[in-house]
């Protein structure tokens, strides 16, 4: 591959900016709940702008950078908005506009307390979010990353419950020894190459290292990213961080967290290691088993709950998974696969937690046994979940189907029946742990009667938007923001080895 042009730019760091200082103005704003949703759409609205003209370069081959300080030579905080951290932005930074309107009408339907410091710390998570993205090195990695845990703990433990707090404590515990596991890694990284900068193919070039520290490694860096990729069995902390409000859980599931997590996976896979290494090492191999289990053995969870949000957080643990196993197959088809599910699951999943806490908000419902005929009475609601629901099953034309046709492509591409199996059978199992949440809502009768009525407009609409931008991504995955062309350049780049 000819290598990118790179040339200085504040434009990434302004990506990162634009929330972080927005965060102070909603902190002083906690008096004005209008003032301080307005800071809070300004910035996501202003974030998602930034990004998006970031989008025409990264198409040219083009990468702006920043850097933030030179610790050293070599070692540096810094940023570049390369191909693969503008298909990342791109995703957070437009999810987060339509969570920032979700979540205006979630607490104030809910009257819910503290909302100053909850949309403060939204605007951190973003923040911290684009810093992943668009890190240019491990350095920069971590310390965006570790950023990320600690603003997510307020947002976790909002509702201040013993649950709650519980969930926050766990998170942190899973989160924090990740942290360091990812720092060790970083250092050992750096002992062995004297180089940070993430390198398209891989960081170790002809190193020759015994395969037993090359193991060792993999392993370091698979527990740092594993962890908020909700590889099983790390997975655990997921789950119970379901007692977080519903928006949070849009947060955790389809914004940031963690898709931070699976981003990592890629990075560390493709431009830490490279194709080359971990085919050597058989590292490729372990991760596919990992995630290959992880994707039958959450979906098989997901049938024992009857909590709504528990169910769909065990879906998030699966189809995490798919993403890992596109990276672990490192086949042209997969990688795309993998990286347009990042996008596909994003749209999808946040519109079932959506829908979710529209139930929750309109009529207190948790449990999907209590959801009979609700459809009738919130049809805008319950259609938009058919929709999610019909696409994490990979049906068509959702957008679901996209990535998950890719990444069939991408098994047989890669001469593995396996992974094609495991692809089928969890789109099967999908349908059956979603089905009969559908029927529920729209063939069974309740009980006693709904008032007939949806959730408050502000969460409505984002609703229909997310279901909607899941439909036109499946007729056309290029649509709009070229997610599918930004992967394909992505895989060429990781399977050519090029910068």
């Known amino acids: 591959m000819t290598n990118p042009e790179i040339y200085r730019s504040l434009m990434p760091f302004y990506a990162v900016m634009v929330s972080l ?22 910035a996501s609205l202003v974030k998602f702008a930034v990004v998006f003209l970031l989008l025409p370069g990264a198409l040219a081959g083009r990468i702006a950078e920043f850097i933030f300080w030179e610790i050293s030579p070599g070692i ?27 979540s ?25 979010t684009m810093g992943i993205a668009f890190a240019a090195n491990l350095l920069t990695f971590v310390f965006f990353y570790e950023i990320l845990t ?27 020894t990740a942290g360091v596991l990812l720092i060790a890694a970083t250092a050992w990284t750096y002992r ?33 990213v594993g962890v908020k990729a909700a590889v099983m069995p790390l997975h655990s902390w997921l789950p119970a961080a379901m007692a977080a409000p519903t928006p949070v859980s849009a947060l955790l599931h389809a914004v940031a967290v963690v898709k931070s997590g699976v981003f990592g996976v890629v990075r560390v896979v493709g431009f830490v290691f490279g194709p080359e290494l971990m085919r050597q090492f058989g590292l490729n ?18 049938f024992r709950q009857d909590n709504l949000k528990h169910r769909l957080a065990y879906s998030t643990v699966g189809h995490l998974s798919y993403i890992v196993l596109g990276a672990a197959l490192l086949s042209p088809a997969s990688l795309i696969g993998g990286l347009l599910h990042i996008a596909n699951h994003a749209t999808m999943k946040i519109t079932l937690f959506f829908c979710a806490g529209a139930l929750y908000v309109k009529h207190h419902k948790e449990k999907i046994s209590e959801l009979d005929g609700i459809g009738r ?9 058919t929709v999610g629901a019909i696409g994490l099953a990979g049906v068509p034309p959702i957008n679901g189907f996209v990535s998950k046709w890719q990444l069939g492509l991408g098994a047989l591409q890669a001469g593995e029946i396996l992974p094609l199996a495991i692809l ?59 997610f599918y062309r930004l992967a394909v350049m992505v895989s060429g780049s990781i399977l050519g080895g090029g910068p």
């Open 192 to 224: 062995i190459t004297g180089a940070l900068d993430f390198r398209a193919g891989g960081l170790f070039g002809n190193t020759s290292l015994s395969p037993s520290i090359m193991m060792v490694l993999f392993l370091l860096f698979l527990g740092g």
């Open 377 to 385: 009475a919130m049809p805008w609601t319950m259609g938009a979940f």
């Open 424 to 482: 089928v059978l969890s789109g099967l199992l999908n349908a059956g742990y979603f089905a009969p949440i559908v029927y529920r809502a729209f063939l069974k009768k309740p009980a006693v009667p709904y008032e007939r009525g949806e959730a408050p407009p502000a969460m409505v609409i984002p609703i229909v938007v997310t279901a909607l931008l899941s439909l036109l991504l499946g007729l056309n995955p290029d649509l709009f923001f070229h």
């Open 21 to 42: 200082i927005a965060a102070p103005l909603i902190l002083m704003s906690s008096r004005q709940a209008n003032l301080r949703e307005f800071w809070t759409l300004a």
């Open 150 to 176: 600690i603003a997510t703990y307020p947002l976790v433990i909002h509702k201040e419950t013993k649950v709650a707090i519980a969930a926050g404590r766990k998170y942190l515990i899973y989160t924090l």
């Open 76 to 102: 540096a905080l810094s940023l570049k908005a390369d191909t693969l951290g503008v298909f990342f932005a791109l995703i957070a930074s437009g999810l987060w506009i339509l969570t920032s309107f979700y």
């Open 285 to 302: 191999t372990l991760l596919a088993i990992f995630a290959g289990a992880t994707i039958i053995l959450a979906s098989l969870l997901a």
């Open 104 to 128: 205006i009408g979630y607490v104030r339907g809910l009257n819910e307390h503290k909302q100053t410091r909850y949309f403060a710390s939204f605007a951190v998570c973003l923040s911290a």
